[in-house]
């Protein structure tokens, strides 16, 4: 992980490690002790945990880089362990709404201690490595921060009384519709991957290689509510030849008809702020793999590869609409030309499973669980959504989920060959 | 539900009312929001669902006879209700541990306001049926406290920081061993069954009828810790022949070793108070039925059926260790005459399966669904244990759980044929 | 298992042996070695595991009693070994449909080796035990009989082409509807449990005993089809208020709608000679105790106890409509006076869940498995069923299966209070 | 699926047609009606499964395009149609081996009438269409014969008494050890996919198209059993870091400790041929994606892509031990130059998920869920096995199974980045 050069930044790094800290307690204002605790499903966690799980991995990872460094509770670091079974044993990940103790204020003490703690460090200065861990951090906590939104929404709507997490901001007014077109994409040889070595990149966006691009256009815009409605209306979650043999078998087993929260009137949906109206301009969300896919076969199209992607989104400004926006939910997409909203809004599924790049080499020690061993059975997304912090995604970035997940704030770009 | 004479008592109604609903809330002392949360398993509820759930029996049952009544939340019925099918729907009882909404502080204000007006209502004055309502709510309050305390004592007992509920007591001398020995009981007709219409009784403990007993005799004292380690270093979680065939099954399938709650040192067992080194004098407890049974016929012995119990409960005063001692744990047997710990301690399994008496009639109404719909696949047990406020036995006292349960304060006394 | 007066019979001991063994094997007849290989569900087994287990239980209890005796295939005794834990190994139950070898050919050899090693020993005398154990083991084989027709209709029912195992006998003219009436039974101390020391019964039907009969009655026949589709098209399966807690479950997690092999259109029924017209007279068949008893509850009765049909059935002939008659269906009540049905037709589920009586000694040795140790979970069924061969049953015969069982030819007798 | 020119070819299509369809009878030999009805988990069928669908396949897509065509069983249509939605509903798949009817010998009977009619068809004379149909179907039969015998094996060790297949040939000179080498592939733009429009393909392998490849090298041979018996010894089984996410959570659920057929003795394995001892130098088999992936990681190499395999393959003679070789099991790499064992032995293993190429079209119609709807979840194999016909391989056969499959005849060839 060389990263001497990530130093190099107009923000300074602490004041960075700071602002990054406490917006996610920030993203905590108006949730209690026990809506922290909720823990939905197995694939969710409770907010609580997401507070103290990347606390404790700036505790492992970088306070623990120091021999002489005591932890003030050693007693919780098996509860804050999430998958690194190198670093030793953990708690059932489907049992961490069990949680009670430590207490959310306990949490918050802790967090404020290793926060004092990594800032001295920092003040005394910290060589390349260290610095590439405390970055490493944060990126990972932001991650959380994303989590912990679509978490809570999971958990909220679980609840029979459907609680609002942040009033509506007012509407904008809701844009015309855009037709769809597409854009003509580049075959031939190109390089993917991360490529500035000045900036922060995952491990598994590494290392920039060629690859080949066939002859292919993508959609300039996200797929919209009102789409994917002529979709189900058209009987889509009934017709198997639409769909993937195991994504059929998943909307047998769990009676899918429709995006997820969407409500049975098909016009309105669970939102982070109450249920809502369905607004047709605005990008479908919420919506799996699976969907997906069959969205675009009855639309005559594909979804694009991640490379196909990320040639597109080469050298467009990292805009749209991120969790600074404060909405917390995909919005219509601005007049403009060109590629729109590839980045923020949603996640956009892409067609390519998650695997390594050739060449690739995880972080080495416990640092290289992070990634690496998860690529089996996920496909990558792109882009952000209104959830990611605008300041930690990338072109080269990859997300990646099962391909049943819907939890996530996850949508649909088109892509054809040409 | 002839309750008119329910009235005829020594303490005051109203009085009796505020105490029982004073010591749910004494005894969530020292619990957290975070702690009344947590749902351990399907069987067990959060603290906070044992808060709100009796409240939520008073206001349908007592101030919703009344049909001027108004709900302050009839939002939350639908997840306060348990298991009443024909009041209308519920939540599902495995996710009750997901309602962080509302919150411990109103439903501590829905206590309280449910309290004021039922009060008001005894004020001004109650007939016969509202009356035994209220002393059914009651009851039923008094129930959900040891559920209360059976339930938080797994919650902790899964975190891996295995909480304190309650600093321990300090020991009483220990007893010296008593030798265990068998007291004849009656052989032929006997009448079991509620006697006294004078006092409460659920209607599964009516009516009262007769039943022949076989000759038969009862050990004068409880299983202890001592005589049940030697069944375990006997090897009896390893002979098949010691088990009934689903208690085999369930006994491979889980794993089990020894008793729920003691340490692989076969030396310590958690309990509120933490773990604590195991009192060889002190009733074994939170034994399944299939334990208690494969104990009893390693033993050589059988355990009593319900009416050898209760016949021999006939005249004993209720007196023992109950919920008022503080403890919160079985202790060892008194020096004395006669059959000891029959009341509290711990609950005792009995041969009995959980059926209805002959020419049982459930309560009308909803309140049929009390009692009468488990009668398949339980065990009845009987006597009350150290989380059961003393004044909510008696003799004919049906408790029943399914033969796998752990979790409640249940132990073991040993029959005989004679 | 003193049984030496069991020598005490009009027929001779070896012609009965041989009587019951090849009876086995007609009923095999028409089925192919394919037929004899379905394992449609865990409960069930192939048929041609029914014809090697019952064989393996003469080798192991009566030829294995000799030292001297080599099995000629020990290694197939992991494979026939039912439960029998303190004999050995076994393998596992829900996979006995894998058993392609030994082939079926092998298996009746099998059958003939066994059954002339036995023919053998009797010709050359056997002492009191032994002649019990022959008895055990004959035993077992009629309870296999039962189990392989029922098991085979499942496996027939299972199967898209839904085969024929019998053509139909020719209908009887059809009884007049018999308007059901309430016989009643006797109040008071009673004796039940097998009573004859001259033959024989299982362990679990002694010691005979006294029990206390309330005041009650019993129906004179067995509730109809034409009676239990009236509960259907009430909404007896849409009214959660008529069952019991796990059966409600039950009915909702299985989708019941009506009896098992009803068809849909609530008028033809799948039955071992394929698909026939529901005969309105004949006893509903085929019927869960979880349904037998809703069904009583709608009906405003309740099932009889098992000691109140014991003491109906003193006394009656063992007459009606068995495996011998060769219908394997049931059909309507005859006219006639008295008790109708109370024998053959279909097993009549209790209210009386299957525990010991009281004194109860299981068979010694691994035999003491046969009974006692399925003692939870599960209800007495009386009488026999048109898959019961009529010199199996007696008054004090306890049969039981757990309550959602559906797939025996069970049906139901009301009962009330008086 | 213009298939004009597969006309052209040195047989004559009807010998061929015949040929394989006897063939497919010739691997049943020795096996019983019972053996063949065996299903020993959902993802195995039963050999008379594996006898009617194919020729329901025939009926269906070849007989079936003439519109006067009457079926001789219609009836049977339900249950031995596979997956194929938009034919009509099907018999569950884990329900197969229920099947008891019809008969092996009414299945015979299915197959000659079939391929008398398929004959005479082919005698008439048939149109491109029906020629490429018939092809398909020809080579879905060799699938066929190939699952047959994997599902066999996993019948028959399902079974305690391990029934023999085939008798074991007698041992080739076991090979020296032949030290592993790496040989350079070639770095840059490759065509990859079906280039031969004279031969067959399935659709999966089309179109061809253009891909970068890395720079890399592959193993000269294949894995073997004492390099492998290396990994075992070494802990691989037992260390966390050594495995995918997914992978370590199936070796733990499962209990995983060695390949799937090896005895507890690490010394011998489960074969057609019955229990034999381990050869050190034969290509260990029946390994999971899991276990490859971990097995490279391991050895410091990685799989192969299937690119990268493709290439390698590009040129070589399809030579090897495959079906014909009657071993069904893959022997030791023969001395030789350049790249051995890329076909036949055992399938490989590669690093790509399956998923369509750029352009992929699925044929029309029900032929289209030949393939494209599995591309979920799986990972592609090459090269073919002991169990494939020789004629059914080719360079750009694309295998595909899910990540915890270890049933097949699958090991590892290493790759690695130069």
Redesign the interface.
């Known amino acids: 992980m060389n990263v001497s050069t990530w130093a190099v930044r107009k923000e300074d790094r602490l004041a960075r490690f700071m602002r990054i800290r406490r917006q996610t307690l920030a993203l905590c204002a108006g949730l ?4 922290l ?4 499903m197995p694939d969710a966690s409770p907010g ?1 945990w997401h507070l103290a799980h990347p606390t404790w991995f700036f505790e492992q990872f970088v306070l623990g880089r120091d021999p002489a460094y005591r932890a003030p509770n050693p ?2 670091h ?2 804050f362990n999430s ?1 690194y ?2 670093v030793g044993p953990m ?1 059932a990940r489907p ?1 961490r ?8 204020d306990e949490v918050r003490d802790y967090r404020a201690r290793i926060d004092e703690a990594v800032g001295e460090l920092m003040e005394r200065g910290v060589d390349d490595e260290l610095a590439a861990r405390i970055e490493l951090g944060l990126q990972h906590e932001q991650q959380h921060q994303e989590l912990m939104l679509t978490d809570i929404k999971h ?1 909220f709507w ?4 459907h ?1 609002v997490y942040r009033e509506a901001l007012p509407a904008e007014s809701s844009a015309a519709s855009l037709l769809m077109h597409f854009m003509q994409g580049r075959e031939g ?1 190109v390089e993917i991957g991360h490529d500035d070595s000045q900036r922060f990149a995952y491990d598994n966006e590494t290392p920039r ?4 691009l ?1 002859a ?1 256009a993508l959609a300039h815009r996200l797929v919209t509510n009102s789409e994917y409605l002529a979709f189900v209306r058209d009987g889509g979650y009934h017709d ?2 639409l ?6 078998a998943t909307v047998q087993r769990e009676g899918w008809q429709r995006p997820m929260y969407w409500q049975e009137d098909l016009a309105s949906e669970f939102t982070l702020s109450g249920i809502c109206a369905l607004d047709p301009q605005a990008p479908v969300c919420h919506i799996s ?2 969907e997906a896919d069959a969205f675009a076969r009855w639309a005559g199209a594909r979804l694009p590869t991640e490379a196909e992607w990320e040639d597109a989104a080469r050298g467009l400004q990292i805009a749209g609409n991120f969790q600074e926006s404060q909405r917390f939910h995909p919005v219509a997409a601005p007049r403009g030309e060109g590629m729109l909203q590839m980045y923020g809004d949603v996640w956009e599924w892409t ?3 998650y ?2 790049y ?2 690739f080499k995880p972080l080495p020690g416990a640092l ?2 992070y990634n690496g ?5 996920q496909w990558v997304l792109r882009g952000g959504s209104c959830a990611t912090p605008q300041d930690h995604i990338r072109a080269s970035y990859r997300n990646f989920f099962p ?1 049943h997940a819907r939890w996530q704030f996850s949508g649909i770009r088109l892509g054809q ?1 040409r």
Chains 1, 2, 3, 4 share one sequence.
């Not at 769909?243 to 059929?248: E, H, Q, R």
């Open positions: 209690s002790a026990e809506d605790m909720v823990q939905s609580k007693e919780w098996y509860q998958y079974e190198s708690h049992k709404g069990l949680l009670s103790r430590p207490s959310l958990a679980c609840q029979p009384l609680p040889v290689h060629h690859t080949w066939s292919h198997a030849g769909w993937l043999s195991d994504g059929w793999y699976f067609a390519s499973p695997v390594s050739p060449g290289g669980e061993k998860f690529m089996n059975g391909p060959d």
